[in-house]
């Protein structure tokens, strides 16, 4: 019942003209960034944000997580015309998708993808909108204690999940947790780690952070590589409507895909990449013709399309009910929420249903806008590809600029985000994944707000989180998953990994 | 350079340092009441004991230094070009600086001066107009005013 109703209130508060306006400006910017190759989903994100404080919290919401699953539409388009994946999430539709282009089917590639996409996504939001209540239901008992297990086993999840070494990204969630504690001390009213430096007496700003992390450091590294890589462009070809035996073909992968990718991107650090990889790993098992994959097998860009739009919706969840990011794109979402005032919590339901559920219901709308966006319009944005990359980075850093100065109108922040800029290829050379820093920094505050409220509660003794059954199921999944690397290796998720040409997998 | 061997040691500093700072100039307080110093000295201390492993592994596998091609140039160019234009924001002013600034890495981009220059000059001005007019985002007015 209550459900019904949000879903009403929500339509109306999505359907008012203004958010539908911003809803297609949010999915519109995500398929650029989602086709252009070299600008990722975090970044633009990232440098949008800024530019929505002028809006209501709700059209802002509305406008970046349009940015955000849209980029998943939009990426498939460079994978299969081009062979370079626009965003990282469509690394495994190059394999098959680009083999159909060469064999002159690129117009069913893309169609199927664009469908699969929209399937997927609606698959996902219903989904989303069945268990998001049910889970702020289930959120709403949990104390500090409850909270602090939680996100222990939300940091170990995501350094299980990461690529290469999971102790390099224990590092780095650990290097995050200290650049967390930068600033003030919410409860002692304490300066830490400031150097008496006027930019970090309010901690570091999520957004020059997240900018140099992903925006910055993105480009050196892309001048670096792109400079060399040859573009090899399959026009498409031929009707986009997929046949009937296509049809017939792609239809279980896209539901297994959504199922799938929505699980996953439940899952902090897991997310798109994972799901579409663990897509095509399940439809090539279960194929009859698994030798087909890699030559143009229908089926493996259907389903790992859809899974890693599915993984879009279901990265919303933890955000949405427990105000946990499960992602860098999140963890700006996050900080987008508590710049207009509002605490992302179970509580977020209650207290703004106006923006919980219209944001849901947005999806809805702006999935079939994607849907148009992209089969009608894929002549634009083929053609946006032959933009070179020397004239696109030039904005690509503007951008960053501007964004990170516009926060607070202080160059300190754009200084913040030079330097991690600078971290971020350093990071990338050495072999570690920016991803676990960004993650950890957002939520170190709040583990450290949990575990020291949690202390206080039991009067400094550790046993309250195995004193409480859900904390200590929580702290015990922790507890396995560190120790599981050490018995047997991360076969599943290095195998993933490994299963990307070198070159793509950043 | 060893990469593990370099990074391992280089956050066993960080740790060192946080967890001192924790220790000393923050206060731990007691675990009825932790202090500000708690969460940074046991981050620390963490941090410090995930880098010795690091360390011990990298000096038992011998690994090899390797980092791709360094474009150092590239690199030099687009790091001195976003600090320049940082530091010269307020001064110079938004329109003054992003004309530069496009100017520059276009030219560096391979584009000829010419085409920069009108291409810079365009850009300028839509950007300018779209984040002040239609963001109205507060840009610095500098030397010329805008």
């Known amino acids: 019942m209550d459900i019904v109703q949000g879903l009403l209130n929500g339509f109306q508060v999505a ?16 398929t650029l960034v989602g086709v252009l190759p070299g600008l990722g989903p ?47 999430a469509s ?96 409860i002692s009213g304490r300066y ?35 400079a060399h890589k040859r573009m090899i462009y399959a026009a498409p070809t031929g009707g986009l409507l997929p046949n009937r035996q296509e049809w017939k073909r792609s239809a279980m992968p896209i539901l297994r895909g959504s199922l799938l990718g929505f699980f996953l991107g439940i899952l902090p650090g897991a997310g798109a990449i994972i ?108 053609r946006l590809l032959r933009v070179p990359y020397g004239v696109l ?35 990338r050379k050495f072999g570690y994944e920016a991803a676990p820093l960004i993650l950890a920094m957002v939520i170190g505050p709040m583990m450290e707000e949990a575990l020291r409220q949690s202390l206080i509660l039991s009067a400094g003794s550790f046993i309250i989180f195995i004193e409480r059954p859900i904390s200590a199921g929580f702290i015990l999944a922790a507890a396995i998953l560190l120790t599981l690397p050490f018995l047997t290796r991360r076969r599943e998720v290095e195998r993933a990994w490994t299963s990307l040409p070198s070159e793509l997998s950043d | 350079m060893p990469r593990d061997l370099t990074t391992s040691l280089f956050w066993l500093a960080i740790a060192i340092f946080a967890s001192l700072e924790g220790f000393t100039n923050l206060k731990l307080g007691t675990l009825r009441s932790p202090g500000p110093g708690f969460f940074p000295f046991w981050g620390g201390i963490l941090l410090g004991l995930f880098s010795l492993v690091l360390l011990a592994r990298s000096l038992r596998s011998r690994e090899e230094p390797g980092f791709g091609d360094i474009q150092w140039r590239a690199l030099h160019v687009v790091l001195g070009t976003v600090l320049a234009y940082l530091l010269l924001l307020e001064t110079l002013g938004f329109v003054t600086v992003t004309f530069v600034f496009l100017l520059l890495l276009f030219c560096f981009g391979k584009t000829g001066w010419i085409k920069s220059g009108a291409w810079s000059a365009i850009a300028t001005v839509l950007i300018y107009a779209l984040f002040r007019f239609w963001l109205q985002v507060q840009l610095p007015r500098g030397l010329l005013g805008l």
Request: proline share 6%; aromatic share 10%; net charge negative.
């Open chain 1, 15 to 30: 359907f008012q003209p203004i958010n539908l306006f911003y809803c297609f400006i949010g999915v519109f910017i995500g």
């Open chain 1, 42 to 88: 975090a970044a633009a994100v990232a440098l949008l944000l800024p530019s929505t404080f002028a809006l209501s919290p709700v059209s802002a919401i509305i406008m970046l997580s349009g940015i955000y699953y849209g980029s998943m539409y939009g990426g498939s388009t460079t994978s299969i015309l081009v062979n370079i994946p626009g965003e990282a």
């Open chain 1, 91 to 186: 690394v495994v539709t190059c394999m098959d998708g680009h083999a159909m282009a060469r064999q002159g089917r690129a117009g069913p590639a893309l169609g199927i993808a664009a469908f699969g996409s929209f399937i997927a996504g609606t698959l996902s939001i219903l989904i989303l909108t069945l268990v998001a209540p049910l889970l702020v239901k289930v959120s709403l008992s949990f104390g500090p204690p409850e909270y602090f297990s939680l996100m222990v086993l939300g940091t170990t999840l995501l350094t299980y999940f990461t690529q290469g070494s999971m102790l390099k990204a224990l590092m780095m969630a650990l290097v995050g947790v200290l650049l967390g504690s930068v600033g003030v001390d919410t």
């Open chain 1, 192 to 226: 830490r780690f400031t150097f008496g430096i006027q930019t970090l007496m309010d901690g570091l700003g999520l957004v020059p952070v997240i900018m140099g992390l992903f925006g910055i450091s993105e480009v050196l590294l892309n001048l670096e590589q792109l």
């Open chain 1, 275 to 382: 799901a579409s990889f663990a897509s095509y790993a399940t439809e090539k098992r279960v194929s009859k013709h698994p030798e087909n994959f890699g030559s143009g097998a229908i089926e493996g860009v259907a389903g790992p399309e859809a899974a890693n739009n599915a993984a879009a919706g279901g990265a919303f969840i933890p955000l949405l009910t427990l105000g946990i990011p499960a992602n860098p794109v999140m963890a700006i979402l996050l900080g987008a929420l508590m710049i207009h005032g509002l605490q992302p919590g179970p509580l977020l339901m209650k207290g703004a249903p106006d923006l919980f559920w219209g944001t849901i219901v947005s999806m809805y709308i702006g999935n079939a806008m994607l849907l148009v966006l992209n089969l009608p319009l894929i002549g634009i944005w083929t």
């Open chain 1, 393 to 427: 980075f030039p904005f690509i850093l503007l951008f960053c600029l501007i964004g990170s100065y516009s926060v607070s109108n202080n160059v300190g922040d754009g200084v913040v985000m030079w330097v991690f800029g600078i971290l971020g290829y350093l990071l």
